[in-house]
């Protein structure tokens, strides 16, 4: 545990033994994914069509996205681990009432980064996903979609998603250090909602109003959140 106490070094090595452990728990839960490929991979393909497939295009390549696909939720499964060590090694250093808005910052981010995710997959993904399979440039051009390319929109999409999602967060953040005021965000409600109106038109290019609000009004309520965490 980090203390004010301790030298430079002492400190040194206590984060270098936070590291390892969080290294070495990244490894453990890459390699418990690894091992339960077909559960993660039946879950992650579950947005394709009945009448879809998908087509490796490398011969390394299924080999590969499995090694990527593992790292990554090796990583989830073992970011609580990592997030406690790290809290362990700062919390000595930190006021009672820094403590106490430390936990609550940890906890809002990974349930909102959560949140985003699974509007992703539940619904941004999938509509994504089927809009682009079926539009064509040539009734002659066929789509034939690569395994790597669909994993590779969703891990994008996904993290997307999480990061916008935590806009409460980086408003409490900036509004902490008085950089951002109430009132700035109020005056610019408008310009924020047709930039959240684009951006949800890019990633869910269905040209379905509807879709489109789908998306659009959930991202925009939480910038109304932000606005009255500010007021608090």
């Given amino acids: 545990m980090a203390n004010k106490e301790l030298s430079f070094w002492e400190h040194l ?15 453990v839960a890459f390699i418990a994914a690894f091992c339960l490929k077909d559960w993660i991979f039946a879950w992650l393909l579950k947005q394709l069509g009945n009448d879809q497939t998908l087509v490796n295009l490398d011969i390394t390549g299924q080999f590969v996205t499995h090694i990527q696909v593992s790292l990554c939720i090796g990583f989830v499964i073992a ?11 700062v919390a ?3 006021y009672a009432s820094e403590k106490r808005h430390t936990v609550i910052f940890l906890i809002c981010s990974i349930l909102l980064f959560a949140a985003g995710v699974a509007l992703n997959y539940f619904l941004i993904f999938p509509l994504s996903f089927r809009f682009l399979t079926l539009y064509e440039v040539s009734p002659i051009v066929e789509n ?28 409490w953040i900036l509004s902490s250090l ?9 005056k610019y409600r408008r310009h924020v909602f047709v930039g959240i109106l684009i951006l949800a038109a890019v990633i869910t290019p269905t040209g379905d109003p509807f879709t489109l609000l789908l998306v659009t009004m959930p991202v925009y309520l939480l910038y109304e959140l932000s606005i009255w965490i500010i007021k608090m």
């Fill in 92 to 94: 000595p250093a930190l």
């Fill in 13 to 27: 090595d206590e984060l270098r033994s936070v590291l390892i452990k969080s290294i070495c728990a990244w490894v």
């Fill in 79 to 89: 970011l609580p681990l990592i997030i406690y060590w790290l809290y362990g090694f």
């Fill in 144 to 171: 034939h979609i690569s395994l790597g390319s669909y994993i590779s929109l969703l891990l994008v999409l996904s993290i997307i998603m999480g990061l916008l999602f935590e806009v409460p967060v980086l408003t």
């Fill in 178 to 186: 008085g950089i951002l005021r109430r009132e700035y965000m109020q």
